[in-house]
């Protein structure tokens, strides 16, 4: 939780030096999110620990130096790391890494954006079960997925004798930030090569451009050419590179602990 009217100030305008990269911890800037939240903060970067997922999620942005400094301070335990390679490779000698994979964030030029046309519908809370059913136990399933975003985000699916076969769907939804983040993409297996996924995802943009949210985001593993290829063709470019993985974080051995909460 943020402790001042002030600090959130300051927090804000670190993130919004690059906002698409900063897309997801501006979002959680919002009220519903705070409790979530656990901030480090320094004059010209931030790092977040989101604690809305288990494990929370690690994220910073900023001065590689304060970066360097505040990563200190990062309480031992068990994460999911978000972090551009430099950040990532201060944290070498205390992170145990379970996996690791190189990533894009991509975002959706307004200007480029094309439709993919179909007819994906959208879902909601009483299509869970459902949903839950389409990604059963598929080693390719969303990992990131809470229920809480389909009652509070936007998401689309396709169903084929009444069964859902294609999702996409938001990880954050942010009127106050402006952005949206796309993920929760999953094509059944044997109905994949077929547009869907493009299909669904589109819809999902398309919907996030009506509600008038600038910035559009979303996550893909570098070696996804296919994903890359569709998404690119919806108008979203690659924006930057990252590390994300899970591993277990050592305690650390500096006493530097210049925290703000």
Same mark, same amino acid.
């Given at each position: 939780?943020?402790?001042?009217?002030?600090?959130g100030?300051?927090?804000r305008?670190?993130?919004?030096?690059?906002?698409?990269?900063?897309?997801?911890?501006?979002?959680?800037?919002?009220?519903?999110?705070?409790d979530? $939240?656990?901030w480090? @903060?320094?004059?010209?970067? @931030?790092?977040?620990?989101?604690? *809305?997922?288990?494990?929370?999620v690690? !994220?910073?942005?900023?001065?590689?130096?304060?970066?360097?400094?505040?990563?200190?301070?990062?309480?031992e335990?068990?994460? @999911?790391?978000?972090?551009?390679?430099?950040d990532?490779?201060?944290?070498?000698?205390?992170?145990?890494?379970?996996?690791?994979?190189?990533?894009?964030r991509?975002a959706?030029?307004?200007?480029q !954006?094309h439709?993919?046309?179909g007819?994906?519908?959208?879902?909601?809370?009483d299509?869970?079960?459902?949903?839950?059913?389409l990604?059963?136990d598929h080693p390719?399933r969303p990992?990131? !997925?809470?229920?809480?975003?389909?009652?509070?985000?936007?998401?689309?699916g396709?169903?084929?004798?009444?069964?859902?076969?294609a999702?996409?769907?938001?990880h954050?939804?942010?009127?106050?930030?402006?952005?949206?983040?796309?993920g929760?993409? !999953?094509?059944?297996?044997?109905?994949? *090569?077929?547009?869907?996924?493009t299909?669904?995802?589109?819809?999902?943009?398309?919907?996030?451009?009506?509600?008038?949210?600038?910035?559009?985001?979303?996550?893909? *593993?570098?070696?996804?050419l296919?994903?890359?290829? $569709?998404?690119?063709?919806?108008?979203?470019?690659?924006? $930057?590179?990252?590390?994300e993985?899970?591993?277990?974080?050592?305690?650390?051995?500096s006493?530097?602990e210049?925290?703000?909460?």
């Open positions: 939780m943020i402790s001042s009217p002030k600090l100030m300051r927090i305008a670190i993130l919004e030096t690059d906002r698409i990269w900063s897309a997801y911890a501006l979002a959680d800037l919002d009220p519903a999110e705070s979530h $939240c656990t480090l @903060v320094g004059q010209q970067a @931030v790092i977040l620990a989101y604690r *809305g997922l288990t494990p929370p690690l !994220f910073a942005h900023g001065d590689g130096v304060e970066v360097s400094a505040l990563m200190h301070a990062v309480a335990g068990e994460y @999911v790391f978000t972090l551009h390679l430099p990532r490779a201060v944290l070498s000698d205390r992170l145990r890494v379970h996996a690791e994979h190189p990533m894009w991509m959706l030029r307004l200007e !954006f439709a993919a046309g007819n994906p519908q959208p879902l909601g809370p299509d869970l079960e459902d949903m839950l059913a990604f059963a390719d990992d990131a !997925f809470h229920e809480r975003q389909l009652a509070q985000g936007v998401f689309y396709v169903r084929e004798r009444g069964k859902l076969v999702v996409a769907g938001t954050i939804v942010s009127t106050q930030a402006g952005v949206v983040a796309i929760n993409v !999953f094509t059944r297996p044997d109905r994949r *090569g077929l547009g869907l996924g299909q669904t995802t589109s819809a999902v943009a398309a919907e996030a451009i009506r509600r008038g949210l600038a910035t559009i985001v979303l996550n893909v *593993g570098q070696d996804n296919a994903a890359i290829r $569709c998404y690119r063709k919806l108008g979203f470019r690659e924006h $930057c590179g990252y590390a993985g899970s591993g277990y974080l050592a305690p650390s051995n006493s530097d210049r925290s703000e909460q």
